[in-house]
């Protein structure tokens, strides 16, 4: 149990690939919008400028030459595919934030997706309730990989940054989450280790919030990690 004196207050969670199983839609939805001006996104593209990237991001960087009505258009394509769309949630996910709620632990969604999107997921997950902050991609300037995203979640749920623990997918999320100072676990790939991630973990099947003797918890991941919520 090599985490064990870990101590946390709050969890925060990305939202797509960490809430839902959103990858096939947002690459969907992207080489159509190119698709509509004779383009295509390449793989690292997607990997660079779009997974864990906020969309003004994106648009400048692969649709930047275009006039800003067309822009536009990129974005309201985006916007519509994606707030349509419908997800599969991750696996554990749902139970694993019911779980958090009633052990009286503060949790946060930091995306840089939309809040319609954002609300969309809450409501698929029936987990509206349990959201104590929502920081999304309107909420800050600077978006993920600075930390500018974390910092005001942070600064909202009015924690210090070490206890606050971060789920993420992306290369660039868990540079901001680690950027921000938290305790950052990522999902997936083990390229996150390089950039900062604690460990990962496949998915939230295996997590389990412990309730012990003395009232505290303790989230055990299944894999000789364990948490302690102060």
Sequence with gaps: MSESLT?????????????????EVIERAWREAAHMYG???????????IHGQPGRHTIAA??????????????????YVENTAIYKPIA?????????????VKVAIVTSGWLEKVNSVMNLLEVNECISVIIDRDSVTRGKPYPDPYLKAIKH????????????????????????GTYCVGIGNDLLLTVGAKFTI?????????IQP?????????????????
């Design 92 to 104: 554990g996910v749902a139970k694993f934030i019911t779980a958090l709620h009633k052990a009286g």
């Design 202 to 210: 496949a998915d939230f099947s295996l997590i389990e919030v412990i």
């Design 157 to 180: 749920l009015n924690i210090a940054a070490k206890q606050a623990m971060v789920f993420e997918d992306s290369t660039s999320g868990v540079k901001s989450a680690v950027a921000a």
């Design 7 to 23: 101590k946390i207050t709050a969890v925060l969670f990305d939202m797509d690939g960490v809430l839902i199983d959103s990858s």
């Design 214 to 230: 003395n009232g505290r918890a303790i989230i055990d991941f299944g894999n000789a990690h364990r948490i302690l919520v102060e």
């Design 62 to 79: 692969l649709f930047g030459d275009l006039p800003i009505t067309d822009q536009q258009k990129v974005q309201a394509h985006i916007i």
């Design 39 to 49: 383009r295509t996104i390449s793989e690292t593209e997607m990997v660079r400028h």
